[in-house]
């Protein structure tokens, strides 16, 4: 089923692609054949680095907007059950933060998302205290913001010329299907007789 692979390398440099220090790419018409192997996978590589650790290694994440769209708040909450410490960075009010993101923050930073000066000051005055590894946001908007905030800091990532298809969601279905990678069908459209051509065109029951 591994159609596709690159495993890391001790000592090799932090990686700057999306790809991160390593891959398995996992092919199969079945999701749920596909579901397992990955679980596979990850149990052999978790019971590998259990055994090669000599401690355990905390990683201090920062998520931009951690507890919106509601579905980030899942993400969060998943960050900090596999360990990482999450520190959130929002324009939420602390008290309008889901519960699954408010009780899984280890700190929250509350700054204008659209204030990126803001946004910088923050998180540079707080790297003054606390080590920062990475800085993720899953939500399109702000991709490019926690690009830049990388290259602020010097952290690896996808630099901001990386992430500039990533905040267009068609531009970002395009890249995809470009490496391959199965994504719903899609189209972009700017006006009401667009939309109907690409209804048509993809082949939605039309109501």
């Known amino acids: 089923l591994v159609v596709d692979s690159r495993l890391p390398r001790p000592g090799q440099p932090a990686s700057t692609s999306y790809e991160g220090e390593g891959y398995v790419t996992v092919r199969h018409e079945d999701t749920d054949v596909v579901r397992q192997a990955l679980a596979e996978i990850l149990r052999g590589l978790r019971a590998e680095l259990a055994e090669a650790a000599e401690e355990p290694v905390v990683v201090n994440v920062v998520m931009i907007s951690p507890g919106f769209p509601l579905e980030q708040s899942y993400f969060t909450r998943a960050l900090a059950q596999a360990g990482a410490t999450v520190i959130g960075v929002g324009d939420q009010p602390p008290h309008a933060l889901p519960r699954e993101a408010r009780d899984h923050l280890a700190h929250y930073e509350h700054v ?65 299907d470009a490496a391959g990678i199965r994504t719903p069908r899609h189209a972009a459209a700017s006006s009401v007789h667009e939309v109907w051509e690409a209804a048509e065109r993809i082949g939605y029951p039309l109501c």
Do not use: F
């Open 112 to 176: 204008s998302l659209a204030d990126e000066p803001a946004v910088l000051a923050a998180l540079r005055g707080l790297s003054r205290h606390v080590r920062i590894d990475r800085v993720e946001c899953l939500w399109e908007p702000y991709v490019v913001l926690a690009a830049r905030v990388r290259e602020h800091l010097g952290l690896p990532g996808m630099t901001v010329q990386q992430a500039l298809p990533y905040r267009d969601k068609e531009r970002m279905k395009q890249v995809l």
